[in-house]
């Protein structure tokens, strides 16, 4: 079973994300913020990071780039929600830093599912 990491301070988003893939077949570990995103990811290995860019503790930018120096392969969501509120295009910067799929808030499930799928390689039968 692939397991994912959902790094998100926003529990609505934790619930709805974790419940969604898990449905789906997937193992999901869950961190409200980048500091415990990174413990977990280097105690648990996951296959794929979900994560946030706006988090207390450690941004998503630091996780990406925090990863990306020891784990340069491990596929990368990033999502956000401040966009419309911020100068700053976060998203392009996750893209910049190696996210391999950027979303605003809010993603459908849909969509999620599919670069999922894209980045663990697993396809509906």
């Known amino acids: 079973m692939k397991r994912i990491l959902l790094i998100d301070d926003d529990p609505t988003v934790q619930k709805l994300f974790s419940q969604f893939l898990a449905k789906q077949g997937y193992e999901v570990l869950q961190a409200e913020n980048g500091k415990i995103g990174m413990r977990i990811i ?4 996951p296959d794929l ?6 988090m207390p503790e450690m941004d998503g930018l630091e996780i990406l780039l925090a990863i990306r120096k020891t784990a340069e ?9 401040g ?6 295009n976060f998203l392009n910067q996750a893209k910049m830093f190696g996210a ?3 979303f605003e808030k809010p993603v459908p499930l849909d969509v999620l599912l599919s670069a999922v799928r894209d980045l663990l390689d697993v396809h509906p039968e």
């Open 49 to 54: 990071i979900i994560t946030d860019i706006l």
């Open 100 to 102: 391999r799929y950027v």
């Open 73 to 81: 392969e491990l596929p990368i969501i990033a999502i956000s929600g």
């Open 83 to 88: 966009m419309r509120s911020m100068p700053i």
């Open 42 to 45: 280097g105690q648990e290995k």
